[in-house]
């Protein structure tokens, strides 16, 4: 069984910064891509950002500029740097793995964490 857990979500200011981060944990052979996505209330799930496993990465137009991603493959994690926040990045971030468990690649969600921007 394979779990995506995410932290380092909350409330900041228009202009403020946050750190998610997003653990993988379980029957884990390997991590392909590994990303964020976000999705404000009444809108669809839209991808924030993505990185390979090789550090390439893509991210929304946005977002560029902004915002960051990192992972960590030796502790099986992905962090999204968000820095100069706007209200309209308010949504809940959820991130998402391709990942190689007991026999299979499949992708995996975590459960969301709230990001709420005041202006």
């Known amino acids: 069984q394979v779990q995506l857990v995410e932290s380092g979500g909350g409330l900041v200011q228009a202009g403020g910064s946050l750190r998610l981060s997003c653990a993988a944990s379980g029957s884990i052979f390997s991590i392909n891509y590994m990303g964020w996505y976000r999705q404000a209330p009444g809108s669809q799930r839209e991808l924030v950002a993505v990185?390979?496993?090789?550090?390439?990465?893509n991210y929304a137009g946005s977002v560029k500029d902004r915002f960051t991603i990192s992972r960590d493959n030796a502790k099986n994690t992905v962090y999204l740097q968000m820095n100069s926040l706007k209200p309209e990045d308010t949504a809940v971030y959820y991130c998402k793995a391709n990942i190689y468990g007991r026999s299979s690649w499949s992708d995996y969600w975590g459960q969301g964490t709230q990001v709420t921007v005041s202006s």
């Open positions: 990185i390979t496993r090789d550090g390439s990465t």
